[in-house]
């Protein structure tokens, strides 16, 4: 496509691999199992904002994460824990597929 958001970035990567994800990110949220943030490994997803699950990124490893935040930002590898997102930071969580 053209452009992704964040959701339907993190399905359509999940999909190469076979696992099918809804493309909603407060869904992907309900289908992923949660994991300490100590036990994170490249391929699980981090969500943010809250309890209210608006956006989800890929972890990459080596505290990165590749982001769609936007359709004008494009996508990005940026630090999943940067000032911006630690604030928002919701948990992460595991496909199991």
């Known amino acids: 496509p053209n452009s992704w958001d964040c959701s ?10 076979g696992v099918g994800l809804t493309a909603l990110s407060y869904t992907q949220w309900d289908q992923t199992k949660r994991v300490p943030v100590s036990e994170i490994q ?25 982001s769609a935040s936007n359709p004008s930002d494009g996508v990005e590898i940026i630090d999943f824990l940067g000032p911006w997102y630690k604030e928002r930071f919701s948990g992460v969580g595991r496909v199991i597929g």
């Open 8 to 17: 339907k970035l993190t399905a359509a990567a999940w999909a190469q691999s």
């Open 42 to 66: 490249p391929g699980d997803l981090v969500f943010y904002f809250g309890s209210d699950v608006h956006h989800v990124a890929i972890y990459v490893g080596n505290g990165k994460m590749v």
